[in-house]
């Protein structure tokens, strides 16, 4: 089963920016659906974007609507996913997971946490106003 580490959290103002990167222990191109999620404390943790990438290294990539057009997901390479995050808002702090599902049989990415059965340890996001 393929583990994540994640990296790359910290304190950052409002309309600031910050990158995570997730580190996967193997291959994921056409293995792995590859995503993030956040969570605040009494919160279910909710989807951010995910992508999945083929073998070629065309990608199909889905973001919640509260973070299109600020927010971008993308695979560098074969075992490392990124989420590029500006114009931040307070209410983007949380604590930040990566999580992978194996495509397979739909080939599709899913939406919900339930559905994702492999988790990073979390790097925390905190924006002030």
């Known amino acids: 089963q393929v583990q994540l580490v994640e990296s790359g959290g910290g304190s950052v103002q409002a309309g600031g920016s910050l990158r995570l990167s997730c580190v996967a222990s193997r291959h994921t191109f056409g293995v792995y659906c590859m995503g993030w999620f956040r969570q605040i404390p009494g919160k279910e943790r909710e989807r951010v974007a995910t992508?999945?990438?083929?073998?070629?290294?065309?990608?199909?990539t889905e973001y919640d609507d509260s973070v299109k057009g600020r927010f971008t997901i993308s695979q560098d390479n074969v075992n490392t996913l990124s989420l590029q995050m500006n114009s931040l808002k307070p209410e983007d702090t949380a604590m930040y997971y990566c999580t992978a599902h194996l495509l397979l049989p739909t080939n599709r990415c899913r939406v919900t946490a339930a559905d994702f059965d492999v988790w990073g340890q979390g790097t925390q996001v905190t924006v002030s106003s």
């Open positions: 992508i999945s990438t083929h073998y070629t290294g065309t990608s199909i």
